[in-house]
């Protein structure tokens, strides 16, 4: 597989603070690639380097060949970006955000195929912040996929939703995964790595300390001698409260 991203010796500074330090990997072209660790780990800034959102103060980058520092602004139109909390526009509804943002980018875009696809047809002519938080987390992804990216990049996209639009959630990655959109996201929620990520970098104090399949490291930890003091169920109480309350996404 070809490598999308390119990251060697990336490093972030803020005075005598480096929250990203020497971090280097590779993403490759169509997978889903996590980054995890606990708060502070530097995944975020990791991210917004990438997206050129944030300076870059060591090593290089590059997204489908192209260097982040020399060329953003070709990098930014294969890129969509999905941010923990989102701004749009006030008095502004969700087809009208979509056809400006299109505009934006100098593209056109059939904005009902792009609600639908989010699971926001009804919502078309309704304003952003009349939406509840999984509805702006699904229009946050639909805005990130205006300009059809290559690469989509999501910041914790599932943070606060309810069992229901988690699992929505998760669909829609997958459903973009085949699209072959190259999906580079972080979550604090690891069933949800395990779930959708083909590979998973580990990070702590702004390094990189692992990197594998999900399952290959599971296998390393087992290999060790590592046990559970529980027996690990076949089911869990999200899967009670799924199966009972349904799949369907609530307003």
Known sequence: MVDIIRAENLTKRYGRKTPVKDVSFTV???EVFGILGPNGAGKTTTLEMI???????????TVDGIDVVKNPKAVKKIIGVQMQSSAFYEKVNLREQLQLLAAIYGVSVDVTQLLSEVELTEKANEYPEKLSGGQ??????ASALVNQPRVLFLDEPTTGLDPQARRNMWDLIKRLQKRNITIVLTTHYMEEAQM?????AIMDDGKIIVMDKPRKLIKNLLDSGFKKKEVVQQADLEDVF???TGKTLRK
Do not use: H
């Open 242 to 244: 799924i199966n009972l």
């Open 28 to 30: 490759r072209e169509g």
């Open 51 to 61: 997206e050129t959102l944030r300076t870059i103060d060591g090593g290089t980058v």
């Open 196 to 200: 959708l990520c083909d590979r998973v």
């Open 136 to 141: 702006k987390q699904r229009f946050s992804i």
